[in-house]
């Protein structure tokens, strides 16, 4: 168990739609970040945040947003949702805010979009 | 063109058999690289990580290498096991930059009885 907790675990939904990802990190962790896993493709960086501030982004549609709340729970929120947005989207938290820092990765939220 | 490189894409191994997983890279300045397990809709777990400095490192059946002077790192995978069928995953990670890790695209491996 990597101590990275994602809810929910599958989410189907309809083009168009909006949805919200959520992610709690591992217990002293900082930083989080978002990637997006879709078939046969490997894992697309979006965004991290560390304590609570943008650090880094990636490749994140505009129709993407996140943030990091005090508590360090962090929200990922998809929007006028595509048939191509349907993916695994992983949270991976570590100590740092550095490239250094070892990630553990929560197991993910399976988004379909029909 | 993708910074990390993995190949063979993928492969079937014998049960009890060794497979060697190969990734090149291209990023720069280098800081570490790393390489993650992850199991068929699971989250990456990590396996290794290794800096400039480390030419191998090992745990349990997995012995990871690195040749930092050709940009050059494999996965040996010793007397392997049913649960070692995976996605294989090389992430290099460099010094500069707000995207630091690049993520290879995986090595998939399926072991059969």
């Known amino acids: 168990d990597s101590g990275v907790t994602q809810t929910p675990k599958h989410l189907i939904t309809a083009t168009g739609q909006r949805v919200t990802l959520r992610c709690s990190p591992r217990?002293?962790?900082?930083?989080v970040y978002w990637y997006q896993q879709s078939l046969d493709q490997g894992l697309q960086f979006l965004i991290q945040y560390y304590n609570g501030e943008e650090r880094a982004k990636g490749n994140i549609l505009e129709r993407f947003s996140a943030q990091q709340f005090p508590d360090l729970h962090s929200e990922l929120n998809l929007s006028s949702l595509e048939l191509g947005d349907s993916a695994l989207y992983f949270c991976a938290s570590s100590v740092g805010g550095q490239s250094n820092s070892p990630l553990h990765f929560g197991n993910g939220t399976r988004l379909t979009v029909t | 063109k993708n910074q990390v490189e993995q190949s063979p894409q993928s492969l079937i191994i014998l049960e009890g058999k060794n497979c060697t997983l190969q990734c090149n890279y291209t990023v720069s300045p280098f800081s570490n690289l790393r390489w993650y397990k992850q199991d068929t809709g699971r989250g990456p777990v990590s396996l290794t990580i290794?800096?400039?400095?480390?030419n191998t490192k090992s745990n349990g059946r997995y012995t990871a290498t690195l040749d930092a002077d050709t940009k050059q790192s494999s996965l040996h995978i010793t007397a392997s096991q049913l649960s070692d069928s995976a996605s294989y995953i090389c992430v290099v990670s460099a010094n500069y930059g707000n995207n630091r890790l690049a993520f290879g695209k995986g090595n998939q491996v399926v072991v059969i009885p």
């Open positions: 290794m800096t400039f400095s480390e």
């Open positions: 217990s002293g962790d900082l930083s």
